[in-house]
């Protein structure tokens, strides 16, 4: 039993969603970038599949000149762009991960063959009966295959959120959550809709998790460094007047300043696009020693921080430790005009007398009194 108003209601949220999110990225004339392109698409995607599966439900059993032949081809249409939405997800995620045309050129022609066979199948279907039929009354029924295109559109969104939780450590960590905000109501809006048909769930699903998603590049935006990846310095202020005021009993908050040394040298002898190689090398390397529950963040310029929560303060010199060890280990690695290396100053946070700036104060003044004492230690070895 088809519920048409319940359909109506459904869709036209998902399409006035959809409608924002068009009109929103044309005012931001952001579109030039490749990401930017990719949502611009999975949005109109969304809003002609609400427009499609409203109409197919509104004509289904009617009869007029043309209906089953139309019947047939918005049917094969929803099945095409459902696995084309699927397959752009994972482009897009795997391009907000890597930022890199190259390797999407290279995996994503394999990657889509299971989507290209699906389409393939739906144009089929305007033929002989393969994922639906349309009876001659003009009544949609599936076929006993239709779970086909059902797994492969999961098994694409799945692809997703592996392809996000193994890279979490070479990327930027705050994929995830905005990956499982998007796909939740997607899936239990799919699944209902494959379980009782007659439901209008899916698309309206879409539409929620793609104002989800815009959100959270909005917020990627206001609070994460572009050039390294890791948290910006608005951000940091925030992280800590919040954590200060909720620590653990019998935990410390200790933090941990680096400098990039010579960094000014770099710039002046290489240039800047070699100085900005640096510190988005320097950011992985820093995202990659963080551990769960550490913040790392951009200070300002060739400065950063990382603030972790310890239980003695022999942690943080581990970190330290570690940090060092990576550094060491990088210059092993690769062929760069410079050594990259850190001047780090660390403190722990006083409660009761510390403030935020002291507790990055303390930081600075250890970290500049190392920088000092290596200079020192280079101009004796001269």
Request: with cysteine; aromatic share 14%; net charge positive.
């Given at each position: 039993?088809?519920?048409?108003?319940?359909?109506?209601?459904?869709?036209?949220v998902g399409i006035f969603l959809m409608i924002i999110l068009l009109v929103s990225n044309r005012t931001r004339v952001r579109s030039v970038f490749f990401d930017e392109r990719l949502f611009v698409l999975m949005t109109f995607l969304t809003m002609m599949q609400c427009i499609v599966e409203m109409v197919t439900f509104v004509i289904d059993g009617k009869l007029f000149p043309g209906a089953r032949i139309l019947s047939i081809v918005l049917n094969a249409y929803?099945?095409?762009?459902?696995?084309?939405?699927?397959?752009?997800?994972?482009?897009?995620?795997?391009?907000?991960?890597?930022?890199?045309?190259?390797?999407?050129?290279?995996?994503y022609p394999y990657v889509g063959i299971p989507a290209f066979a699906v389409i393939v199948l739906s144009v089929v279907n305007f033929f002989t009966e393969i994922f639906f039929t349309v009876s001659e009354g003009n009544v949609y029924s599936r076929s006993s295959i239709v779970y086909i295109p059902y797994l492969v559109t999961y098994g694409y969104l799945a692809y997703s959120v592996v392809l996000v939780y193994l890279s979490r450590k070479k990327t930027k960590r705050y994929m995830f959550l905005p990956v499982a905000i998007f796909l939740l109501p997607i899936l239990v809006g799919s699944i209902c809709q494959f379980l009782f048909y007659g439901l209008s769930l899916v698309w309206v699903s879409v539409a929620a998790g793609m104002v989800s998603l815009y959100i959270n590049i909005q917020n990627e935006v206001s609070y994460v460094d572009y050039l390294t990846g890791l948290y910006n310095r608005q951000y940091l202020d925030r992280y800590l007047n919040s954590i200060v005021q909720k620590q653990s009993e019998g935990k410390l908050l200790g933090g941990i300043m680096l400098d990039v040394d010579e960094f000014k040298s770099i710039n002046d002898t290489f240039g800047h696009a070699v100085g900005d190689a640096a510190l988005r090398e320097a950011g992985e390397l820093l995202h990659g020693a963080a551990e769960e529950g550490d913040f790392a963040a951009r200070y300002a310029g060739d400065e950063f921080v990382i603030i972790k929560t310890v239980s003695a303060r022999s942690e943080i010199f581990q970190m330290m430790d570690k940090i060092q060890s990576r550094t060491e280990a990088l210059a092993l690695t690769g062929e760069r005009p410079y050594k990259l290396s850190f001047s780090m100053g660390w403190s722990i946070y006083r409660v009761g007398d510390d403030t935020v700036d002291s507790f990055l104060k303390r930081m600075d003044e250890r970290m500049y009194k190392r920088k000092r004492k290596k200079k020192g230690m280079e101009a004796f070895c001269r």
């Amino acid at each position: 039993m088809i519920n048409l108003p319940a359909v109506f209601i459904a869709n036209a949220v998902g399409i006035f969603l959809m409608i924002i999110l068009l009109v929103s990225n044309r005012t931001r004339v952001r579109s030039v970038f490749f990401d930017e392109r990719l949502f611009v698409l999975m949005t109109f995607l969304t809003m002609m599949q609400c427009i499609v599966e409203m109409v197919t439900f509104v004509i289904d059993g009617k009869l007029f000149p043309g209906a089953r032949i139309l019947s047939i081809v918005l049917n094969a249409y929803l099945f095409a762009a459902n696995i084309f939405f699927a397959y752009t997800w994972t482009v897009y995620v795997d391009y907000k991960l890597f930022e890199d045309i190259g390797r999407l050129k290279k995996i994503y022609p394999y990657v889509g063959i299971p989507a290209f066979a699906v389409i393939v199948l739906s144009v089929v279907n305007f033929f002989t009966e393969i994922f639906f039929t349309v009876s001659e009354g003009n009544v949609y029924s599936r076929s006993s295959i239709v779970y086909i295109p059902y797994l492969v559109t999961y098994g694409y969104l799945a692809y997703s959120v592996v392809l996000v939780y193994l890279s979490r450590k070479k990327t930027k960590r705050y994929m995830f959550l905005p990956v499982a905000i998007f796909l939740l109501p997607i899936l239990v809006g799919s699944i209902c809709q494959f379980l009782f048909y007659g439901l209008s769930l899916v698309w309206v699903s879409v539409a929620a998790g793609m104002v989800s998603l815009y959100i959270n590049i909005q917020n990627e935006v206001s609070y994460v460094d572009y050039l390294t990846g890791l948290y910006n310095r608005q951000y940091l202020d925030r992280y800590l007047n919040s954590i200060v005021q909720k620590q653990s009993e019998g935990k410390l908050l200790g933090g941990i300043m680096l400098d990039v040394d010579e960094f000014k040298s770099i710039n002046d002898t290489f240039g800047h696009a070699v100085g900005d190689a640096a510190l988005r090398e320097a950011g992985e390397l820093l995202h990659g020693a963080a551990e769960e529950g550490d913040f790392a963040a951009r200070y300002a310029g060739d400065e950063f921080v990382i603030i972790k929560t310890v239980s003695a303060r022999s942690e943080i010199f581990q970190m330290m430790d570690k940090i060092q060890s990576r550094t060491e280990a990088l210059a092993l690695t690769g062929e760069r005009p410079y050594k990259l290396s850190f001047s780090m100053g660390w403190s722990i946070y006083r409660v009761g007398d510390d403030t935020v700036d002291s507790f990055l104060k303390r930081m600075d003044e250890r970290m500049y009194k190392r920088k000092r004492k290596k200079k020192g230690m280079e101009a004796f070895c001269r």
